[in-house]
């Protein structure tokens, strides 16, 4: 929708394309779980959405958003677990190529082999968004964390600035009680 143009019922379709884009991103999240992908992100990217119409979305974001944030930190505080993190970019990375190539159940393979590499072209599809997304998490999380304490400082102030604000709200609700 352009800006400045009023549209009657622009408001209800904003909101409604809001709920419907942010509720899918959720149920592709909770999906992503089970199924390869990025379901984490998928969830905290639907709760994003949903927090522009929700309160509560936005209550729950914001710890989700520190935690995740803290953890970035946490991910390139050393070169172990800088490591760690290449590691499995290569890990998904190959088992993308071992997924497009598909070669045939080994030997050794005892179950039917229609179970061999199940899901496909799109698994690998999967795999190599999933190695792209943690390697492009892992060099934000470098250049914005790495040998720079002022921002974990900043992290913690914004939990002891949330933490008041939760105690707040939990007075101003048992006030109305």
């Known amino acids: 929708m352009i ?8 408001g209800t379709v904003k909101r409604v394309v809001l709920e419907t884009v942010g509720w899918l991103l959720v149920l592709i999240g909770v999906a992503a779980l089970i199924l390869p992908g990025p379901g984490l992100l998928c969830i905290m990217a639907g709760l994003i959405v949903l927090s522009q119409q929700y309160e509560w979305a936005e209550r729950r974001l914001d710890p989700v958003k520190r935690r995740a944030l803290r953890e970035a930190a946490r991910s390139v505080s050393g070169p172990l677990q800088m490591s760690v993190t290449l590691v499995g970019v290569v890990v998904l990375v190959a088992c993308g190529v071992l997924w497009t190539i598909d070669p045939p159940a080994p030997q050794w393979w005892s179950l039917p082999d229609s179970w061999w590499l199940p899901g496909g072209i799109w ?6 968004g999933s190695a792209a997304i943690a390697l492009g998490l892992m060099i934000y ?37």
């Open 141 to 177: 999380s470098y250049r914005r964390f790495h040998g720079k304490p002022d921002a974990l400082a900043e992290l913690d102030e914004q939990d002891r600035v949330s933490a008041q604000r939760a105690e707040q709200r939990a007075g101003r609700r048992a006030a109305s009680r």
């Open 123 to 128: 698994t690998a599809v999967t795999q190599f």
């Open 3 to 10: 800006r400045g143009m009023n549209v009657p019922g622009g």
